[in-house]
């Protein structure tokens, strides 16, 4: 069938066969690397016996490991020409690697060993990085479409969505392998580490399967001529950072976004043990009202973007997580009851609303700025861009693996005791509500700089290939 004129100038239609299979991708990741960061920590503390502070410093190494990793693989992607795909080649090529690291993340058979975690930690992250930074940059190279982009974004994050869905129901999951205390399934002690070995296993090789389902649906229709590639420099990268105002604000936003998710999300685990003291099923049920908001509104993303714009969505979900977040602070201090764990899904289901959806839409700026960038420098590095945005929200995500494990060291939080002193409990609810709505904050101010609307975006795209067009 002869393509349409549009269609010829980049701006490509994809099947929902298409759409499905790239987010299936994200779904992956989710099942991969939201398992570690949801509850790596809490299974460091209280499973493999490892020192919050200690913990704390590992996560900020290896996030410091990442910035000098994400450049270089951003650089052999964008110069790269695999012969399966410029960018899809790496979901296979990393993402076997990375599936048995992450395994191997949970296994106990060093039990304590700060060396052995230090490791598969570490290769792990690497791996997730090949295959992150690729997959990334598959977004932009499927069509310049921003309305299809936006419809790409919805989509991915939806399974992304269903990913974590899973992620959250570990406690049950753990429960159904985990050796009985009392009748009761543990899964926060030493005993439950077969059982969280078996859900990796199980997680990791689901996500594998994904990954090839991508692969197996994402063909690249706008990429970067070989001639460009072949002059692509690591150093490319900070210059990109220094000339592209538009990536600069986004990657500020990642930073600070990812920064309040993790934090919010390494501290449920433990607010859900000792504040609220549920039980796993409870516990399960308060982390799918973290997830269950994304399937009724991330549908609604494009009709809410075109009757409010970029910018009013931002705003207006970014405050319902902080009304969220505040309602939070306040159903805890009730005494506990039924009722007071009625009102805290409440707040739940609102606070998850907001950063659900205004952090799920951020994705689809990624491709903007990159076509910025090929707008003013003649070259599009997706890779590179997707190395400086991967850079960002692994710098957040190591503020949130280290924010709790020092916070939770200062306020003399003990994984032995079962019942925590009033300061420790503090520390808690102040990691789940009080610092994540300070980041909300600063990620309001930072989104207002933001500057390509999508008629600007248009603009740029047709501009562009116009140009390839001339040459």
Known sequence: MTP???????????????????GAGDMAQNLIYQTISIWLLFYYTNVFGLDPGAAALMFLIVRLVDVLWDPVVGTIVDKGNPKWGKYRSWLILGGIPLVGLAILCFWNGFSGSLLYAYITYVGMSM???LVNVPYGALNASLTRDTNEITILTSTRMFMANLGALCVKSLPIIIAIFAPKVDGVARYDTPDAAPAWFITMTIFALAGLALLFFCFSQCKEKVVMDQKESANVKVSDLWMEFVRNKPLRVVAFFFITAFAMMSVSNAADAYFMSFNVGATPLLTTLFMWLGTIPAFIFMPLVPAIKRKIGKKGMFYLFLGIAILGMALMYTFVSIPATKSNFVL?????FVKSTGIITATGYMWALVPEVIA??????????????????????KAGMALGGVVPGLVLALVGFNADAAEQTPLALQGILWLVCVIPAILLLL????????????EKMDQINMEIEARAKAE
């Open 127 to 129: 791996c997730y990085t």
């Open 4 to 22: 349409s004129n549009n269609e010829a100038k980049g701006f490509y239609k994809l099947s929902w066969l298409q759409r499905i299979g790239f």
């Open 443 to 454: 990620a309001i101010w930072i989104i207002s700089k933001y500057e390509l609307s999508d």
């Open 344 to 348: 805290l899904c409440i707040a739940q």
């Open 372 to 393: 910025y960038g090929e707008y003013t420098t003649g070259k599009r590095i997706a890779g590179i861009v997707n190395a400086l945005t991967g850079i960002f929200f």
